[in-house]
């Protein structure tokens, strides 16, 4: 597009001045934004010797240029991070909440009891509690049990056959998963705990 002639006959009018430094900083401003853009102008320039002028505006323009590229790439990251951020957030808060609604569809029962007169024991008795974890049509998935064994039990236990997992021994104390309840009902595994262990309390966690 053609620039207006009238700009054109200010700037060249301004030129000498502005090639001996006599123009402010405002009018070196237009001057330098009109030579940018416009071929007849910069000649002009040229040819009044003003080559070092010429090539400093050209400088500029190239470093306004470049710092303009520079803003818009800060800004693209800028986005594509905050975009990036949101996403990831939105994937953990899906991926929280749907386990939490995976944990809120199961349910727990809790059984204590004591075994009396436990050779090897020390008072006589063995203390042990069992969480039973069932899905939501309340089928047992898998069962933890603690009880007060010491470690002779616990070694006799890793060389059994029984089907004892994630057993462990800590402060004679013998933790250990079993599947032995899997597939029964709740009201089964109930039963079964208050007809053959010595119960001391039962309760829904």
């Known amino acids: 597009m053609k620039l207006n002639n009238r700009d054109c006959k200010i700037v060249q009018d301004l030129l000498p001045n502005y090639i001996e430094n006599l123009t402010d900083e405002i009018t070196n401003e237009y001057i330098e934004e009109h030579i940018a853009t416009c071929a007849e102008c910069a000649q002009v320039l040229k040819d009044m010797n ?6 400093q505006i050209h400088q500029e323009h190239e470093i306004k240029y470049l710092k303009g590229i520079r803003k818009r790439v800060r ?13 990831a957030g939105c994937v953990i808060g ?21 075994i009396e007169n436990e050779e090897g024991k020390e008072d006589g008795k063995v203390y042990g509690s069992v969480i039973a974890v069932f899905n939501e049509r309340e089928i ?5 049990v603690v009880e007060d064994y010491d470690e002779d039990r616990y070694l006799g236990m890793k060389k059994s056959k029984d089907n004892y997992t ?7 104390t013998v933790y250990y ?3 032995r309840w899997n597939g029964h009902s709740k009201e089964e595994v109930k039963e079964y705990w208050i007809t053959n262990y010595p119960i001391k309390t039962i309760e829904e966690i």
């Open 177 to 179: 998963n079993t599947n």
């Open 140 to 144: 047992c998935v898998s069962m933890r």
């Open 166 to 172: 994630n057993l462990k021994l800590i402060n004679n």
């Open 75 to 87: 800004r693209t990251i800028l986005a594509v991070t905050i975009a990036i951020i949101l996403i």
């Open 50 to 55: 003003g080559e070092l002028k010429l090539e």
């Open 94 to 114: 899906y991926v929280y909440k749907k386990s939490q609604i995976q944990v809120n569809n199961y349910t727990f029962l809790r059984a204590d009891y004591i």
